[in-house]
Every structure is written in structure tokens, then in C-alpha cells.
């Protein structure tokens, strides 16, 4: 295949990172860290960045980023305190550039949300979490959806969905994007469902896709990481 050189080749990361509570009950930031380093990512898209309570601060200290990754994390909270929004983060290397970062409310019984951002100007990245109860994915997949439908970029969806069906359950999005499930990355111990999916508009090529198995990844979180290289054509 033909490779033009004003492509734009990505590697996106999403990762589940349980507020850095690994498989041994420790709270460990440095080794979700170094699983992040391991993976040589552009983008990585994070779930459970933040802790649950009071004003959700990150689970992932920024001056832990800055000292020991060649990542930024794209701001999405205006006093600091939180990495993210409801716990979604997404993470850019250093040296490619990123516009309109927006914070997306979805409905539902419990509080959930997405993350949005414009990658190099030519794609747009959003990372969520999804519910736990299928009739509410529906609603937020509905309104991702609408709100998506006006956008111009090729766009990729990244996150954790929730469903532990392999074919059911993202009716809403089927329209207009192709779902991807690259393995299962549920439970890290023991992966026996692919929670962990990406929704890829026209316009994003997935070259490859997987899920990381190394040994620490399968301590850091209950969650495996799940990587995907993608073409943006000219």
C-alpha cells in the first residue's frame, strides 16, 4: 500500500487505569507510568485518571507526568485539581499539537462523561466511560453521536464501553462508525471480555490493533491497555 508523507500515523492507547490501584490493593502511579512509557504511544486515553470523592483529585499527579513520561495532559480542569473530566483524560506527546479540548456531559443514573480533543488538526479523539447498564450506554452513545454528527474531522471514539457482548449493544453509534474490539483486556488477571473498544468514523484507517500483555500491565489495574495504530490520508 502507498504510504503518502503527509499521512498522519498515530499509535492511541486507551487504558482503564483504575485510579492507580493495582492487583496487589497498592495505590502505585509510577507503575501505570512506566506501562504507559512501555507502549511508546502518541495518544494515550485514560479512564479513572481521578479519585471518585471530594474534588476528584488526580490519581495520576502532574508533576509525575512531567518528570517521568514526554507526555502533557490535554486541560480539561480549570482549577488542576482533576487530571480529566469524570475520570477521562487523554494524554499527548510532546511535539504534536492539539486544539479544542471540550468536556462532554452524557446522561445517565450515575455521573458519566467524555473528553474531546482535535489531534495535529486533522483528527478528532474522544475518550469515555461508559455505564454499567446497557439502557443508559444507549442515551450516552446516542448523544455522542449527536453531538459528533457536526464534526468535520475524521473522528475515533476510545474507552471503556462497558459491554461484555462481542456483537450486541453499540446500535447507536453502528450508523456512522465501525466498532472495534482488539481483545480482551477484562479482568487483567484473567481477560475474558473486551471492554475496552474503539468507534472509528470514515476517514481513520486502523493499520493494527491490540492488547498490551506485558507482565506489569497485568498488576497495574484490573484493566489491560489497548493500543491501535491508525492512518489519517491526506
Request: proline share 7%; charged share 25%; glycine share 8%.
Amino acid at each position: 500500500m502507498n504510504m503518502n508523507a503527509d499521512d498522519l500515523n498515530l499509535k492511541l492507547v486507551t487504558y482503564n487505569m483504575r485510579k492507580a490501584i493495582g492487583l496487589d490493593r497498592r495505590r502505585d502511579p509510577h507503575r501505570i507510568l512506566d506501562v504507559i512509557n512501555h507502549l511508546d504511544a502518541d495518544v494515550v486515553v485514560l479512564q479513572e485518571a481521578d479519585r471518585r470523592l471530594g474534588p476528584r483529585p488526580a490519581a495520576l499527579p502532574r508533576h509525575l507526568l512531567e518528570d517521568e513520561t514526554d507526555f502533557v495532559a490535554v486541560p480539561y480542569d480549570r482549577k488542576g485539581i482533576s487530571l480529566g473530566s469524570h475520570g477521562n483524560a487523554i494524554l499527548v506527546r510532546k511535539g504534536l499539537t492539539f486544539h479544542h479540548a471540550e468536556q462532554l456531559e452524557l446522561p445517565g443514573l450515575e455521573p458519566r462523561g467524555a473528553v474531546s480533543v482535535e489531534i495535529e488538526g486533522r483528527l478528532k479523539l474522544v475518550g469515555t466511560h461508559l455505564g454499567l447498564l446497557r439502557p443508559y450506554r444507549h442515551q450516552q452513545m446516542r448523544q455522542l453521536a449527536q453531538k459528533l454528527a457536526i464534526t468535520p474531522l475524521p473522528t475515533m471514539i476510545m474507552g471503556d464501553f462497558n459491554e461484555w457482548s462481542p456483537k450486541r449493544g453499540f446500535e447507536p453509534l453502528e450508523h456512522n462508525f465501525d466498532i472495534i474490539s482488539p481483545g480482551r483486556s477484562f479482568h487483567a488477571s484473567r481477560p475474558m471480555a473486551g471492554l475496552d473498544r474503539l468507534a472509528l468514523s470514515k476517514g481513520v484507517e486502523l493499520r493494527d490493533a491490540g492488547v498490551e500483555q506485558s507482565p506489569l500491565a497485568k498488576v497495574a489495574s484490573d484493566h489491560l491497555p489497548v493500543w491501535a495504530k491508525v492512518r489519517i490520508k491526506e
